[in-house]
T-cell receptor, first 111, second 111 residues
């Protein structure tokens, strides 16, 4: 079992650009959540996808959007990047929500 | 509202027991979790407890929950240098699967 996988591992972007991060859930899982972890902080919930729809959203602006595909994989898109978007972006998957397993994350640096 | 607080730092000697504490505010929390994060890595699910339980033991890990005081603790028996990491407490409310994390406790285990 490959567990939750994320790509890319690291990414460097310039302010104003757009970025797409990808996540493949653990085998058998149908729900994907995205979190942002700033340096020295705990993860903050961005949104959650189930059955290809956004089911719940945290306090993040509309610049953050996502998608879930029929195979349960997911993408996180961030438009008009700001310096403050620099963080570790974590994807978590679950089945029925009790056990959430995290991927290794994508480190995004905005310059 | 939802808020989870943890002490920032704990230092122990190898072989001692470690106790990491957490308080939360959401009285509707259904599950409470402990995750471990090593440098540059994602979050590893260590254990979790359902809110109608007061204790759960899993090998070297013991979780205690005082629902009245909204206090959660993680005890690691026979702490090893490999246990050095940041430990996050998280709570999940009713309904959807959003996790609310604390800021993490850095555990340092010295030989």
């Amino acid at each position: 079992d490959a567990g939750v996988t994320q790509s890319p591992t690291h990414l460097i972007k310039t302010r104003g650009q757009q970025v797409t991060l990808r996540c493949s859930p653990k085998s058998g899982h149908d729900t994907v959540s995205w979190y942002q972890q700033a340096l020295g902080q705990g993860p903050q919930f961005i949104f959650q996808y189930y059955e290809e729809e956004e089911r719940q959203r945290g306090n993040f602006p509309d610049r953050f959007s996502g998608h879930q595909f029929p195979n349960y994989s997911s993408e996180l898109n961030v438009n008009a990047l700001l310096l403050g978007d620099s963080a570790l972006y974590l994807c978590a998957s679950s089945l029925r929500g009790i056990e959430q397993y995290f991927g290794p994350g994508t480190r995004l640096t905005v310059t | 509202g939802e808020d989870v607080e943890q002490s920032l730092f704990l230092s122990v000697r190898e072989g001692d027991s470690s106790v990491i504490n957490c308080t939360y505010t959401d009285s509707s929390s259904t599950y409470l979790y402990w995750y471990k994060q090593e440098p540059g890595a994602g979050l590893q699910l260590l254990t979790y407890i359902f809110s109608n339980m007061d204790m759960k033991q899993d090998q070297r890990l013991t979780v205690l929950l005082n629902k009245k005081d909204k206090h959660l603790s993680l005890r690691i028996a026979d702490t090893q240098t490999g246990d050095s990491a940041i430990y996050f407490c998280a709570e999940r409310g009713t309904g959807f699967q959003k996790l609310v994390f604390g800021t993490g406790t850095r555990l340092l285990v010295s030989p």
